[in-house]
């Protein structure tokens, strides 16, 4: 005689809770919810510096800012951006990440002028990348002393009108641009790009640009939940 298997009585409500441990975290994920950092937890001190009375750059309610200072004639900027961009998208929604351009003088400040004049004009989401592969893989613009002309021609390809361009290049506004984020990059210590602050507090100083990423989304978590309490 085949021998009979029977499920117990409780079998459909174990099976219930079975799928409910493995779809919830499924489904948070698809809702965007924060997710557990992996690797292990940073040191302060070897993996970043706590920045004293450091304050968020552009502080939102509700929202983790996590600060890049990049200079797009860095070539070590422009090997970092595919990872910082993917890891940005991963976010979920309470983290504001902002790109901030470093005038740190010579070669550096027109093209932060250049970032923030594009910002200013709602046009960074469609130039970021293109510029640094202008300045590091096509040659296209000079990586010392452009012109006006040539950087408002760049951000023509992406709907700038060039003369318009060239005036708010020149504005005090873009000025006092220049000078927020460099108040807040030496308020910050920060030396070199790129470089991670995270709520204002924290400076990375990882070992490598993965490494950076993995101790930011940590400093993130640890930000959230100090929110929570």
Request: with cysteine.
């Amino acid at each position: 005689m085949t021998p009979r298997f029977s499920l117990p009585a409780r079998a459909p409500m174990l099976l219930l809770s079975l799928l409910a441990v493995v779809l919830l975290p499924l489904a948070a994920l698809a809702a965007g919810k924060p997710r557990l950092p992996a690797g292990p937890a940073p040191v302060a001190g070897s993996d970043y510096i706590e920045i004293d009375g450091g304050q968020p750059y552009a502080p939102a309610k509700g929202k983790i800012e996590v600060v890049e200072v990049f200079g797009y004639t860095c070539p070590a900027c422009a090997r970092f951006e595919p990872l910082v961009a993917a890891w940005k998208a991963r976010q979920p929604a309470d983290v504001k990440f902002v790109p901030l351009a470093a005038p740190f003088g010579g070669m550096w400040t027109p093209y932060a002028k250049a970032f923030y004049t594009a910002d200013s004009l709602g046009l960074v989401g469609k130039s970021h990348a293109a510029m640094f592969r202008a300045l590091h893989e096509e040659g296209s613009l000079p990586k010392s002393q452009p012109s006006v002309d040539e950087i408002a021609g760049f951000y023509a390809r992406f709907g700038a009108d060039p003369g318009r361009f060239a005036n708010a290049f020149a504005s005090a506004a873009i000025a006092a641009r220049l000078q927020q984020a460099d108040q807040f990059i030496r308020r910050s210590g920060v030396e070199h790009t790129p470089t991670l602050v995270v709520a204002g507090k924290y400076r990375v100083t990882g070992a490598s640009p993965a490494d950076n990423l993995r101790i930011a989304e940590h400093l993130v978590a640890r930000e959230r939940a100090a929110k929570r309490r």
